[in-house]
């Protein structure tokens, strides 16, 4: 089945080979794309249910009505920050409607730590779509197509 996965938050689209993290450029956890976000307000990019909420806020996991497997990860190696900056506003089991928010996260003091603040977006069930395609580049705002999914 087809799905449209949206920008979770307003920034700038990078192809997912060029976040500096090994294991996301590399589509080790999946296809997708990643955003330099404008600010911290990191809303769902589609209907679900949270599949993961990190304690420490800096990733959610939602699985679409649609059956994609979404994750958003905020930032990179903010897991070090042990949920200083971030704000959690869901819980795991939480059913969300596309541009509910999810965290807010103090992108300032992401960067004050010495972290990037590149957002992934990766559909970690790649394997049970023919294709992951990023629709978007350049800027986009919260709720544009980031990706389309093209099922087998």
């Given at each position: 089945?087809?799905?449209i996965i949206k920008a979770p938050v307003n920034g700038t689209v990078l192809p997912l080979s060029e976040v500096k993290d090994d ?130």
């Amino acid at each position: 089945m087809d799905e449209i996965i949206k920008a979770p938050v307003n920034g700038t689209v990078l192809p997912l080979s060029e976040v500096k993290d090994d294991a996301f450029a590399g589509g080790v956890l999946g296809m997708g794309a990643a955003i330099v976000p404008e600010n911290g307000n990191i809303c769902a990019p589609c209907s679900g249910i949270i599949s993961a909420m990190y304690p420490t806020g800096h990733a959610v996991g939602i699985q679409s009505d649609a059956g994609a497997e979404i994750l958003i990860h905020i930032g990179m190696d903010t897991v070090s920050m042990n949920g200083d900056g971030f704000t959690v506003k869901v819980k795991e089991g939480e059913a969300v409607r596309a541009g509910d928010l999810l965290v807010c996260a103090d992108l300032k003091k992401i960067r004050a730590a010495g972290l990037d603040t590149t957002t992934p977006v990766i559909v970690t069930n790649s394997d049970e779509y023919l294709e992951i395609r990023q629709d978007a580049a350049g800027t986009v705002r919260q709720g544009d197509t980031l990706l389309s999914c093209i099922g087998k």
